[in-house]
Antibody, heavy 126, light 113 residues
Framework: EVQLVESGGGLVQPGGSLRLSCVAS????????MNWVRRAPGKGLEWLSY????????HHLDSVKGRFTISRDDANNSLYLQMNSLRAEDTAVYYC???????????????????WGQGTTVTVSS | DFVMTQTPVSLPVTPGEPASISCRSS????????????LDWYLQKPGQSPQLLIH???YRASGVPDRFSGSGSGTDFTLKISRVEAEDVGLYYC?????????FGQGTKLEIK
């Protein structure tokens, strides 16, 4: 079964740090580009971070640049989000999501985020 | 950044009736280089993780019923449900992946009358 399982959420004080993990199973993790997306209470979905295979390309939302860092460990089928200098507005459910693709003569064609984890809750509060 | 605007915010629908959600982008999502339009639709059902419904404007994701369809061009897009079922309740989001940062619309809450 294709699956993503997040962990690492919890209660943290403002200014604190957390490291979220996402373990993949059921597919060849190192061939997929991965993302983190969050949903704050009462708000909509917000894309946060992207990492390509082999970590060649990384993108972050401006509001988390310099505070959050996405990384991956392909040997352990794992994706991470290191979150530092946390703020109350970072309180949310955090999801990892796989970017689907198919190979074509002209290179990979991407098909949206087709597999999502169950989410891990981060609460930033004193 | 690309700003995505969805309407309506709330959508009450009678089962068996059609439903339509609009999404507008602040910039074109059409890539003239490859002919693709980089607009996806997601549904987050209550208590569940988001799920992909439609990708690249109009392609249904695996397992998505054919009552869901995506259309549009350039900056204006529509998700249509031909006959709403009770299981379709939840928050619907459009998302552009034309350019980073990827951005979502604010969401449309579909509820059953």
């Amino acid at each position: 079964e294709v699956q993503l399982v997040e962990s690492g959420g919890g209660l943290v004080q403002p200014g604190g740090s957390l490291r979220l993990s996402c373990v993949a199973s059921g597919f060849t993790f190192n061939t997929y580009e991965m993302n983190w997306v969050r949903r704050a209470p009462g708000k909509g979905l917000e894309w946060l971070s992207y990492i390509s295979g082999r970590s060649n390309t990384i993108h972050h939302l401006d509001s988390v640049k310099g505070r959050f860092t996405i990384s991956r460990d392909d040997a352990n089928n794992s994706l991470y989000l290191q979150m530092n200098s946390l703020r109350a507005e970072d309180t949310a459910v955090y999801y990892c999501a796989r970017l689907a693709y198919t190979n074509s003569a002209g290179g990979p064609r991407y098909h949206g985020m087709d597999v999502w984890g169950q989410g891990t809750t981060v609460t930033v509060s004193s | 950044d690309f700003v995505m605007t969805q309407t309506p915010v709330s959508l009450p629908v009678t089962p068996g009736e059609p439903a339509s959600i609009s999404c507008r982008s602040s910039q074109s999502l059409f890539d003239s280089g490859d002919g693709n339009t980089y607009l996806d639709w997601y549904l987050q059902k209550p208590g569940q993780s988001p799920q992909l419904l439609i990708h690249t404007l109009s392609y249904r994701a695996s397992g998505v019923p054919d009552r869901f369809s995506g259309s549009g061009s350039g900056t204006d897009f529509t998700l249509k449900i031909s006959r709403v079922e009770a299981e379709d309740v939840g928050l619907y989001y459009c998302m552009q992946r034309m350019e980073f940062p990827w951005t979502f619309g604010q969401g449309t809450k579909l509820e059953i009358k």
